[in-house]
């Protein structure tokens, strides 16, 4: 089956957008988001994330532990932890959606209105999502940077970095973003809607037959131009 344009955009922001989901699934369960190697202990490095801290201790094992208490975190793990749970909530109806809307899906014999309708609603989900997703990753990020800054801390104090899952969170976001925006373009008017059917011209009506031939369906006679009025 050849595809067209608007399928080919369709399939392309889907496949984006799986990827950014999936992405953005896993920097949430990710401990890197933070991480931390003492100078007198270069055999134990620290990582935290949304979730837990662990401590990676070199030839032995990696130990982690688990935040008890929501209320009792700061408030750059509180607000990043809600908005990555709020950008998969999300995510998954834009995919299902757009699913749906694509030109490859042919399960159920949907109007072309109505595709077109589910993959803009589909592409304006995964962008919320991907816009959820970059807010809680700079969220952490700025907080991140701005305490490593922080002249009130003395030198010898270590100081939290960047950790990997965050530079994962802002490709999903970017993923995201690109799927969604090629879905939407996709719905656009004129991305090869289907041309409408041509009209049937009306049938001239039948003359009418002789008197032995006719069938007794009615029919119009023509009136002769020589007849006054």
């Known amino acids: 089956m050849a595809w067209s344009s608007r399928g080919k955009a369709q399939l392309g922001g889907l496949l984006l957008s799986v990827l950014g989901w999936v992405c953005s699934c896993v920097t949430t369960v990710l ?38 208490s929501f209320l009792a975190l700061p408030r750059w793990l509180q607000a990043p932890r809600v908005l990555m749970v709020s950008s998969h909530g999300l995510g998954l109806p834009g995919l299902l959606l757009s699913g749906f809307g694509a030109e490859c899906f042919r399960c159920c014999r949907f109007r072309y209105t109505l595709k077109r309708r589910l993959c803009l609603l589909g592409g304006t989900l995964e962008v919320s999502a991907s816009a959820t997703t970059l807010l809680a990753v700079s969220w952490v990020a700025y ?65 009418c037959a002789a008197a032995e031939d006719s069938n007794g369906s009615f029919c119009l006679m023509p009136r002769p131009r020589n007849l006054l009025v």
């Open 143 to 207: 907080s991140t940077i701005q305490d490593f800054w922080d002249d009130s801390v003395p030198e010898i104090v270590p100081r939290w970095e960047l950790g990997g899952a965050l530079y994962l969170g802002w490709a999903a976001g970017i993923f995201l973003a690109l799927g969604g925006l090629l879905v939407i373009f996709s719905a656009c008017p004129g991305q090869d809607a289907p041309s409408p059917r041509p009209a049937v011209p009306p049938a001239a009506p039948p003359s």
């Open 31 to 68: 401990p890197q988001w933070r991480t931390l190697s003492l100078e007198l202990n270069q055999m134990e490095t620290w990582a935290m994330g949304l979730w837990e801290a662990c401590v990676d201790q070199e030839e032995v094992a990696t130990v982690c532990q688990a935040f008890e």
